[in-house]
């Protein structure tokens, strides 16, 4: 789903604007200077409840780049980004026991944060595939989210392990920002990175997953994760019809369900569901194609099943018409992600 017209709920953490005040304060620029054209103070930003606005982040960050001329604020937003300003995903994470603890209350939580992210992470080759998904289309925006949260992962990950070597790859999906190439110089000896591929991807050697947190605490843990978990049941609540729908469609042993059928099991109208859909961001065949992606790329991943027997699962009629609607979810053809999900 791409986000032109923003509903509220979908804005960015006000702390989050916090941050980018301290990374412009080092340029000598004050909190009035930044938020006084948004009408904005330090105070309402460090409200947990508070959200900016897509559209105004977006001015907000514009503002910051003519203030800085820098065009690459995401890079110093992911250097002074400490897992504290993430609230209790952050605790969670920062008190969980070992790397992979982190990457799975991670996926699972970040939508808390950012309800336009998903982030999803693969264990099955010797490299650790992360893929980030921003459904957002306003630029500079999506490109400084996207570099600051690759580069806050870096900073975050260095300062919970305890380690400063930490190597990996990272693709992103849009132009190298200009003048980047000094900050390209000070990561080359542990970071490989490239700019204007396809899509998101960032990988690193698997041994790292069982390195262990430097203020692991179970019992800490635990109660940061029961809080991050009654947040998301408040969130279920108001986008309910849209998990039920997505829930049904996951579990049903057809994963071609017409509006119809899905609004007779629950008990509406298919107009109904349609405009309860539309309430929440969200439409029919938006859901359809994900739990289609998803089901695909599982089924994919198995060399028992041929690309004719995927398509008759998913209820295509031919390979033709499942390969256009993949290459349409992935940028890629499904023999091409069978052959390397990771490129």
């Known amino acids: 789903m791409k986000i032109g017209s923003v509903r509220p709920d979908l804005g960015i953490p006000g702390v989050y604007g916090l941050l980018l005040l301290d990374v412009v304060s080092r340029w000598g620029y004050s909190a009035e200077s930044l938020f006084a054209p948004f009408h904005y103070t ?3 930003l460090a409200d947990p409840e508070f959200r900016i606005p897509l559209n105004t982040a977006n001015e907000m960050i514009i503002l910051a780049r003519k ?27 920062m008190t969980s026991n070992e790397i992979m603890d982190a990457l799975i209350l991670a996926n699972r939580f970040i939508q808390l944060r950012m309800p336009f992210l998903q982030f999803h992470f693969s264990t099955f080759t010797e490299q650790v595939s992360l893929q980030l998904q921003c459904d957002i289309d306003i630029e500079p925006l999506r490109t400084e989210i996207v570099m600051a949260l690759t580069f806050g992962v870096m900073t975050m990950a260095k300062a919970l392990t305890g380690i400063d070597d930490l190597q990996g790859e990272i693709n992103f999906d849009f ?3 200009e003048g980047f190439e000094k900050y390209l110089a000070r990561m ?24 262990k947190m430097v203020n692991a605490d179970p019992i800490a843990s635990q109660i940061a994760i029961n809080q991050c978990e009654a947040e998301l049941s408040e969130l279920g609540e108001r986008r ?24 007779d099991r629950l008990h509406m109208s298919d107009r109904t569901l349609k ?27 198995r060399t028992d099943y041929s690309l004719e027997q995927i398509a008759d699962e998913l209820g295509y009629s031919d390979v033709a018409n499942f390969s256009r609607a993949f290459k349409r979810w992935s940028g890629r053809s499904p023999s091409s992600w069978r052959k390397d999900p990771y490129l």
């Open 42 to 44: 330090p105070e309402q």
């Open 67 to 93: 203030m800085t001329g820098e065009s690459s604020l995401g890079y110093h937003l992911g250097n002074q980004m400490r897992i504290s300003i993430h609230g209790f995903i952050g605790y969670a994470i």
């Open 175 to 177: 132009p190298k920002p």
């Open 188 to 211: 080359s000896s542990q970071h490989t990175v490239h700019f204007d591929q396809t899509h998101f991807l960032a990988s690193f050697d698997k041994k790292y997953l069982s390195l």
């Open 240 to 263: 309910r019809i849209s998990m039920r729908v997505r829930d049904i469609l996951t579990h049903s042993e057809q994963h071609y369900l017409s509006i119809e059928h899905v609004a």
């Open 275 to 301: 405009r309860q859909l539309a309430a929440e961001g969200t439409s029919f065949s938006t859901l359809v194609d994900e739990v289609r992606y998803r089901h695909a790329t599982s089924l994919l991943s």
